[in-house]
């Protein structure tokens, strides 16, 4: 029984320790604007729109939130063959 205890003991704690796997750049940027794989570009901009009203420096937003905000909108909307 302590055996049993202790092998699950010590996967749960390599499952919590593991390194996670790196998202794409396409991905965070996805999770960043909180749009899906399925979203036109339309649906990005106005996402991207909609976060900047918030994020923007002119309103006491972080500048480096609004520059991660451009980035990813500049990402998803790039030619799919440059995005690799």
Do not use: Q, Y
């Not at 009203?53 to 309103?59: G, I, K, Q, S, Y």
């Not at 939130?65 to 500049?74: F, I, Q, S, V, W």
């Amino acid at each position: 029984m302590k055996l049993i205890l202790f092998a699950l003991l010590a996967w749960l704690m390599w499952r919590m320790l593991r390194p996670k796997p790196a998202l794409s750049a396409e991905a965070r940027a996805r999770r960043l604007l909180g749009v899906t794989p399925r979203d036109d570009a339309d649906a990005i901009r106005a996402a991207h729109r909609r976060l900047m009203a918030e994020a923007h420096p002119d309103r006491g937003g972080s500048p480096e939130r609004a520059r991660a905000l451009n980035a990813a909108r500049d990402t998803l909307l790039a030619d799919p063959a440059r995005r690799g």
